[in-house]
């Protein structure tokens, strides 16, 4: 145990190295000095945060608060949201107290109470609302990736096709941005996010097209789409193409 505790606790150490920027290389979290809480940006942390607040699950599930409070707690490692049907207030107590027996303590900047049917909130890349069918009028949980991840995923497949990347082989740049895409619509497929998916798409298109006119000095826009269009860019360049259609898939989980 002795020696399990000495590892954690370099881990806790160990500076977290970032960039501002201006690209400059600086600690973003972590460190010698760091003497409370994990470092920000760590890879430890998430298992860190299982270990901790698994207790809070624990609790949540024996003492059936769900069915108690009318209240549905849903965690991913440090981040999680209580669902509420009814008042939020006993709920929230509960937690601020299981958490305070556990010598931790809510980030109050970013707790938040929103009626999920005037407003929406953000919850791992997601913005979440409830939201009524333009046909039918029912209220439909409404899923879709926030508009950081979207400006995220934009800013990646820009940096990967960028001017000074033109001495580059062409499969290692279609290759390193059909990875980034790959990885985003695996994740962001989900129930309401054929607009997001189409944007995504649409950006990609352009910028691999952008990427093409540099590298073979095409300067006129519209030679560009006649020389390089879309059926080219997935036929002969290989690029990823990303599904718009929605991603109605529903998720479980065991309690």
């Not at 407003?119 to 029912?138: D, P, W």
């Not at 309401?192 to 006129?220: C, F, P």
């Not at 109605?248 to 989980?253: E, G, L, Q, R, V």
Request: some cysteine; aromatic content about 8%; glycine content about 8%.
């Amino acid at each position: 145990m002795g020696g399990i505790l000495h590892l954690i606790k370099q881990w806790l150490k160990a500076p977290v190295i970032g960039e501002d920027d201006n690209g400059v290389k600086k600690t973003v979290g972590g460190g010698k000095a760091n003497r409370k809480g994990t470092p920000q940006g760590g890879v430890i942390s998430p298992l860190l945060a299982n270990c901790y607040l698994h207790i809070l699950d624990r609790i949540w599930q024996r003492q059936h608060l769900k069915g108690k409070l009318s209240a549905h707690l849903v965690r991913y490692a440090d981040d999680f949201v209580i669902l509420c049907r009814k008042e939020v207030e006993e709920p929230l107590k509960v937690v601020r107290h299981v958490l305070d027996r556990l010598d931790l303590s809510l980030n109050e900047t970013k707790t938040h109470i929103v009626d999920a049917t005037q407003a929406s909130f953000n919850f791992l890349g997601f913005t979440i609302q409830m939201s009524r069918g333009a046909k039918t009028g029912k209220p439909y949980p409404n899923v879709r990736p926030a508009d950081k991840s979207l400006k995220k995923i934009k800013a990646r497949l820009t940096e990967l096709t960028g001017r000074k990347l033109t001495p580059i082989p062409l499969r290692d740049i279609v290759g390193n941005v059909n990875r980034s895409l790959r990885g985003w619509a695996n994740y962001f497929h989900y129930r309401n996010s054929s607009l997001a998916m189409s944007k995504v798409r649409y950006h990609a298109e352009d910028r691999l097209r952008t990427h093409l006119m540099k590298r073979h000095q095409v300067k006129d826009r519209g030679t560009g789409f006649r020389r390089f269009p879309s059926a080219h860019l997935y036929g002969r360049y290989g690029l990823y193409k990303v599904p718009t259609k929605a991603g109605w898939n529903s998720a479980h989980a065991v309690a």
